[in-house]
């Protein structure tokens, strides 16, 4: 699978903006209004997230800690109620070295059973085989996510689970024909506000989920498509279909920066507090920006 430092670098901060949901047929609504056309619930499908380019910095990095002898312990905060979500064992040494090249969710040599593998040229990372986990929904439904996970053994006594969501869910909006990832950022099983939409703005079949990229929206966030705006109207929390609608809100377009393109315009303070303008400052001269802190 490559360095854990560069394929698993990809889960978004969670910021909570609704209560929990109460059923797993409600979807989550997003605003009010909308432009007068398009009002079209879209299908999506599920296919794996590795193929993809999606970075967030909220996948859960768990401490695990000791239950008893040699059984180390972390539960997954998945669902509404993250107290409920299943746990995930493995066994350990006293510095918190695995024993085993295997994990279990669930009871050990009870539970369902992962295969875990030691990166060759990455000291103290563990590869886990992406695997469905099943919880509860807050009508006590049962619900199942897929998620990718890592274990870290620091060899000081810290020990941890982290993963992500390794699956996203994808359709196209058929008015206009540009296909469209969702991803579960926090990887919690759920699709939430904080969650993200990739766009395939300029059809070139990539998905470019980076933090900085063009193409990348939080679920809520309006959405130029050519000279028309729209945004997600709803969600099923699955992430099995989207409703989208014309938007009141027209948002700015956005430019891609690629290597090569012209920079942007911009204004900042100096360390005096005066303003200083990009174009005024370069004066049509190359200009190298070094960026560093003064604290």
């Not at 059923?23 to 619930?41: K, N, P, Q, R």
């Not at 929904?137 to 996510?145: E, V």
């Amino acid at each position: 699978m490559g360095s854990p430092l560069a394929v698993r670098k990809n889960r978004r901060l969670r910021r909570t903006l609704l209560p929990p949901i109460a059923g797993a047929a409600v979807a989550i609504l997003f605003g009010s209004g909308c432009g007068g056309g398009m009002d079209e619930t879209v299908a999506t499908t599920p296919e794996s997230a590795a193929a993809h380019q999606i970075w967030s910095a909220a996948r859960p990095r768990l401490e695990m800690e000791v239950e008893r002898d040699g059984v180390w312990a972390a539960r997954l905060p998945l669902g509404e109620d993250a107290a409920r979500g299943p746990a995930v064992r493995l066994v350990a040494d006293s510095l918190g070295v695995p024993a085993e090249e295997r994990v279990w969710i669930g009871e050990v040599g009870e539970g369902r059973e992962v295969p875990i593998a030691p990166y060759p040229d990455q000291p103290g990372y563990f590869n886990v085989e992406p695997v469905a986990v099943e919880f509860s929904g807050a009508d006590g439904s049962a619900r199942r996510t897929v998620i990718d996970p890592l274990v870290r053994a620091k060899g000081d006594g810290v020990l941890e689970f982290r993963y992500s969501a390794a699956e996203v869910r994808r359709g196209v909006f058929p008015a206009v024909g540009r296909e469209f990832l969702l991803c579960d950022a926090d990887a919690n099983g759920l699709y939430e506000w904080a969650d993200l939409l990739v766009i395939d703005q300029n059809g070139d079949g990539l998905f470019d989920g980076n933090r900085n990229s063009v193409e990348r929206y939080s679920l809520d966030e309006p959405f130029l498509l050519g000279a028309h705006a729209y945004r997600i109207a709803s969600v099923e929390p699955d992430g099995s279909a989207v409703r989208w609608v014309d938007s009141d809100v027209r948002p700015e377009p956005r430019v891609p920066l690629l290597t090569g393109d012209a920079a942007p315009d911009f204004e900042l303070n100096d360390l005096r507090g005066a303003p200083v303008r990009f174009s005024e400052a370069r004066r049509g001269r190359p200009v190298l920006l070094s960026y560093w802190a003064s604290w």
